[in-house]
C-alpha cells in the first residue's frame, strides 16, 4: 500500500480520514496486554465453558457486553470514548451491539461481506435486518492474538465502503450489495487475491476499525483465536424492535455502576430467535 493506515488512539483526523477515504484503518495499543488477557480469558468462560468447541469451528457470543467487566472498563475511560464517539460525531450515544468471536484450528476462511442491511429490500426477516441499518463503522474489533496472513485475522476490500464502488473485473455483488462472487459463481467468495483485497496486519491490543460498508473477511484459522467489538449509535437514532428486552440486558443493565447506566439508554440487546 502506498498510505498509512496506522495511528495513535489521539489522532482522531486521521483516523477518520483513513475512514472516509480507504474505508479501514488500525489504531495502536488501544488495550493493555492484562486487558488483552482478561478478554481471553473472558471469551473462554462466556463463550466455551466447557472447551466443547471443536477443531475447525467457530463460536459466537453475540451479546458479549452484557457479560464482559473488561469491555464496561473501556466505556469507562474517557480516551476510550473519546475516540469512538468521535467517529460518530456525536457524544450522546448508546450501545448498540457487540460480540465475541471464538475460532478453533482449522477453521476455514469465510465469504467476503457486508455487515450492513441498509439496502435491503422488502420486510425485515431478521434481528440483524433491524440493527444493521446505519453509517456508523461496524468495525471496532479487537483481535486479541494479532492479525496476520501467516497467522489468520482479518482481511478488508480497500475502498469498498462508498456506494460508488464497483468489484474487481471478474467479480460481482449481489443486489442487496452484502457479498462478493466471482463471475460465473454463484459461492461467495472468500479467496485473498483479487485487487483491493487487503490482509490487516495489526497486534494484540491494537483496535481494527472498518467502515459500514467495507467488504471483510476472516481469513482460515491457524491457532485458537480470540476477537471481540463493540458498536455505538447516537442517542437520536431510535430503533423501535419487534422484541422485549432481553433478561441478560436487564441484569447487565442493574449491574452497571450509576454513571455508566446512561450507555444502555436507547441499547435494544438483540433476540437471536425473533422471527417476522
Same mark, same amino acid.
Given at each position: ?6 495511528? %495513535?488512539?489521539?489522532?482522531? !483526523?486521521? /483516523? $477518520? ?20 488477557q ?13 472447551? &466443547?468447541?471443536?477443531p ?11 457479560? *464482559?467487566?473488561v ?5 469507562? #475511560?474517557p ?6 464517539t *468521535?467517529? /460518530?460525531? %456525536? &457524544? ?21 461481506h ?26 471496532? =474489533? ?7 496472513? #501467516?497467522?489468520?485475522? /482479518?482481511?478488508?476490500?480497500e ?17 442487496? $450489495?452484502?457479498?462478493?462472487?466471482? %463471475?460465473?459463481d454463484?459461492?461467495?467468495? *472468500?479467496k ?13 491490543? #491494537?483496535?481494527?476499525?472498518? !467502515? ?12 485458537r483465536r ?6 455505538? $449509535? ?5 430503533i423501535?424492535?419487534? =422484541?422485549k ?5 436487564q ?6 455502576p ?7 439508554e436507547?441499547? &435494544? *440487546? /438483540?433476540?437471536l430467535?425473533?422471527?417476522?
Open positions: 500500500m502506498d498510505y498509512n493506515i496506522y495511528f %495513535d488512539r489521539n489522532d482522531l !483526523s486521521g /483516523i $477518520r480520514q483513513a475512514l472516509a477515504t480507504y474505508g479501514y484503518c488500525v489504531v495502536r495499543q488501544v488495550i493493555t496486554p492484562d486487558q488483552v482478561r478478554l481471553k480469558d473472558e471469551i473462554d468462560r462466556f463463550v466455551d465453558p466447557d472447551r &466443547t468447541v471443536p475447525a469451528s467457530g463460536k459466537y457470543h453475540l451479546t458479549f457486553a452484557e457479560e *464482559s467487566e469491555l464496561w472498563e473501556l466505556v469507562d #475511560d480516551e476510550y470514548m473519546k475516540l469512538r *468521535s467517529l /460518530i460525531g %456525536d &457524544t450522546e450515544v448508546c450501545l448498540h451491539r457487540s460480540a465475541a468471536i471464538l475460532r478453533t484450528p482449522g477453521d476455514p476462511a469465510g465469504a467476503w457486508s455487515d450492513h442491511c441498509g439496502q435491503r429490500k422488502g420486510p425485515k426477516n431478521n434481528a440483524n435486518d433491524f440493527l444493521n441499518r446505519y453509517s456508523m463503522p461496524s468495525g471496532g =474489533w479487537f483481535y486479541l492474538n494479532g492479525s496476520h496472513p #501467516d497467522r489468520s485475522g /482479518i482481511a478488508v476490500m475502498y469498498s465502503h462508498t456506494e460508488e464502488w464497483q468489484p474487481p473485473e471478474g467479480f460481482h455483488m449481489d443486489d442487496e $450489495r452484502r457479498m462478493l462472487y466471482r %463471475d460465473g454463484d459461492t461467495p467468495y *472468500s485473498l487475491d483479487a485487487p483491493g483485497m487487503v490482509p490487516v496486519i495489526a497486534d494484540p491490543g #491494537d483496535l481494527i476499525l472498518f !467502515s459500514a460498508l467495507t467488504l471483510h473477511v476472516n481469513m482460515e484459522t491457524k491457532e480470540y476477537s471481540c467489538g463493540m458498536a455505538f $449509535r447516537p442517542k437520536s437514532i431510535q423501535d424492535v419487534p =422484541w428486552l432481553t433478561e441478560g440486558a441484569k447487565m443493565i442493574d449491574r452497571l450509576a454513571h455508566l447506566k446512561h450507555y444502555t436507547g441499547y &435494544t *440487546s /438483540i433476540d430467535n425473533w422471527k417476522p
